[in-house]
């Protein structure tokens, strides 16, 4: 049984709403999204089982992202489901999924983003960065990206935006690959090759970037400015036998807990 969704409270500072249709478009097959601002409910709010999800860390801005994002997530479940679900973690620490449901979750210090579906054998990944990263990302562009993603950058009339197309990219195919298969994957071991847009595109516009090096080559992501912030997507099917995994046994009994515990995210 699951209880309903506690009422946000009150957020500071007006922050920017995340245009969901938006975000649901960059998605192939359809995908419901939902959003949650740091601060719309408390730590000491969330279920139990998934306070203890953060033994041991106390920062605060930690905390207000882990519970933004877990108030996505039961959000976007509970349109997905009609039951919100309170997101429990793999032993790697990365969200777990309910049985039958596939999804993926990002955040910026002010917003988190949850997309969720139908557990079709295909696996869902999200990255949110605010538009101002991409400066900050120059100074660690030998990082984020590989020589042949550098020397395609030297001819961008935008670099900044550039790189941080790639490094949300990549961020969402790491997150749509198998568990079995994250093991490895760096930024270093993914190349991605992409048109630049044109002058005066609307920067709303998808772009798409193709993996040719790396985990499942010929895998597209979409790329998109959404108010101030750049979001990427990636669907990507799993290979028969990888499906949403060799957790949901585990996932179902610690959904158990949380249910009984009687809240959700």
């Avoid at 969704?5 to 938006?22: I, K, M, N, R, T």
């Avoid at 960059?26 to 959003?35: C, G, K, R, T, W």
């Avoid at 020589?147 to 900044?160: H, N, Q, V």
């Avoid at 990507?236 to 158990?256: F, V």
Wanted: hydrophobic fraction near 40%; include cysteine.
């Amino acid at each position: 049984m699951s209880a309903l969704l506690p009422a946000p409270a009150p957020v500071s500072g007006d922050p920017e709403p995340v245009d969901l249709a938006a975000v649901a478009a960059l998605f192939e097959p359809p995908v419901i999204a939902a959003q949650a601002h740091t601060g719309e409910l408390d730590f000491a709010r969330l279920p139990a089982p998934v306070r203890e999800l953060l033994c041991g860390y106390t920062a605060p801005l930690r905390r207000e992202t882990f519970t933004a994002g877990r108030l996505a997530a039961a959000r976007a479940t509970a349109a997905l489901t009609g039951m919100p679900r309170w997101l429990s973690a793999d032993g790697r620490g990365a969200p777990s999924w309910p049985y039958g449901v596939a999804g993926s979750l990002s955040h910026t210090n002010r917003v988190a983003l949850c997309v969720t579906g139908p557990d079709r054998g295909v696996g869902l990944g999200i990255d949110i960065e605010p538009l101002e990263t991409g400066e900050e990302l120059l100074s660690a562009v030998h990082y984020v990206c590989t020589p042949r993603e550098r020397d395609r950058l030297r001819g961008s009339p935008d670099p900044a935006r550039a790189v941080l197309r790639l490094f949300c990219v990549k961020e969402a195919l790491y997150k749509a690959l198998p568990p079995d298969t994250q093991d490895g994957v760096s930024f270093q071991s993914v190349d991605l090759e992409w048109e630049e847009p044109p002058a005066g595109q609307d920067p709303g516009v998808p772009v798409r970037l193709t993996v040719v090096r790396g985990p499942v080559p010929g895998t597209t992501g979409r790329c998109a400015v959404v108010g101030s912030r750049m979001i990427a997507a990636v669907a990507l099917p799993w290979p028969k036998g990888s499906l949403n995994s060799a957790t949901e046994s585990a996932t179902s009994r610690t959904e158990c807990r949380i249910q009984q515990d009687g809240q959700q995210t």
